[in-house]
């Protein structure tokens, strides 16, 4: 079994809706990260969040940590949002233990048609 | 710009010839890291670095080789290609370790070795 999974694998919605991208974790972490990997291949880091919620601009982010379970919510979505969202925890202790690397999920495709 | 910049972007290649992907940062980061994209398997590390001249394998290290002489520089080495090699690599780095830090991705390399 995976240590991150995420759902769904692939996405398409239209312009406006609201989109909700799930990622379960099996692991105790000490932070999670969500990243967007666009058509072209480049990666940027969108949120990194150890509880609660961050927002920014339409996007938003919330961790439970007592479910192992964070979501990445797009308010009224556009063809520009689409491409691979890709989820991934640091396992072990913030503040020391293990080195903290990142354990990736395999990525949700969203294609969001006009 | 702040920036992560590896070079080439594109190389293809045969068995067994030697060839290094560089990788360097402007930040002044502390932490780099240097990942393979495969699909199906999502992002995997091979190395990372915690600082100059301190490097160590991450989960797919078997056929590569890092080095860290500068803060700013990480290359990637292949001593020896194969085939199982061909992949898209990233290279990330950040001030601190990777789970404790936004991770700041570079444009990737796109590898095919024949």
């Known amino acids: 079994k995976n240590e991150v999974e995420q759902s769904p694998q692939n996405l398409t919605a239209q312009e406006g809706e609201f989109i909700t991208i799930n990622c379960s974790y099996s692991v105790g972490i000490s932070a999670l990260h969500w990243l967007q990997q666009h058509p072209g291949g480049g990666i940027v880091s969108l949120f990194m969040l150890s509880s609660g919620k961050k927002k920014h601009g339409r996007l938003i982010a919330t961790i439970n940590i007592q479910e192992k379970h964070s979501s990445l919510h797009i308010t009224a979505s556009h063809p520009r949002d689409s491409a691979v969202y890709i989820c991934?925890?640091?396992?072990?202790?913030?503040?020391?233990?293990?080195?903290?690397?990142?354990?990736f999920g395999k990525g949700t495709k969203l294609s969001v048609k006009p | 710009e702040a920036q992560v910049t590896q070079n080439p972007r594109y190389l293809i290649t045969v068995t067994g010839k030697k060839l290094t992907v560089t990788c360097s940062q402007n930040m002044n980061h502390e932490y780099m890291s240097w990942y393979r994209q495969d699909p199906g398997l999502g992002l995997r590390q091979i190395y990372y670095s915690m600082n100059v001249e301190v490097t160590d394998k991450g989960d797919v290290p078997e056929g590569y080789k890092v080095s860290r002489k500068e803060k700013r520089n990480f290359p990637l080495i292949l001593e020896s290609p194969s085939p199982n090699q061909t992949s898209l690599y990233f290279c990330a780095s950040s001030w601190y370790r990777a789970g404790a830090d936004t991770q700041y991705f570079g444009p990737g390399t796109r590898l095919t070795v024949l």
């Open positions: 991934a925890v640091s396992a072990g202790s913030y503040y020391g233990g293990s080195q903290g690397n990142l354990i």
